[in-house]
Nanobody
Framework: QVQLVESGGGSVQSGGSLRLSCVAS????????MGWFRQAPGKERDFVGT????????FYTDSVKGRFTISRDNAKNTVFLQMNSLKSEDTAVYSC?????????????????WGQGTQVTVSS
């Protein structure tokens, strides 16, 4: 079992920044990749980005490239999502998810455990 807890969400004006954190606990040694997803009201859950634990390589959806950065602190079992130049269309509930496969995965089905999510609201 793996538990994930996100924090760092909030309200910010367009152009601002937020840093989300995702702390993992439990059987964390099984985690091979961590992803961030978001879901806006009335919309499907979308992939944001992912980090592969084997080499810390990252991959992002096109709409956040150059603005969002995923990193991790292995000692603290924490993954971060640094979000800069935020836009109103970034407003959503952001969730982290842990997977047990080595690689970069966009599909939610590749992830085994999910956090409860944290709200990010960007006002224009």
């Amino acid at each position: 079992q793996v538990q994930l807890v996100e924090s760092g969400g909030g309200s910010v004006q367009s152009g601002g920044s937020l840093r989300l954190s995702c702390v993992a606990s439990g059987n964390t040694s099984r985690i091979k990749h961590m992803g961030w997803f978001r879901q806006a009201p009335g919309k499907e859950r979308d992939f944001v980005g992912t980090i592969n634990y084997s080499d810390d390589s990252t991959f992002y959806t096109d709409s956040v490239k150059g603005r969002f950065t995923i990193s991790r602190d292995n000692a603290k079992n924490t993954v971060f999502l640094q979000m800069n130049s935020l836009k109103s269309e970034d407003t959503a509930v952001y969730s982290c998810a842990a997977g047990f496969f080595d690689g970069a995965f966009l599909a939610p089905a590749a992830y085994h455990y999910w956090g409860q999510g944290t709200q990010v609201t960007v006002s224009s």
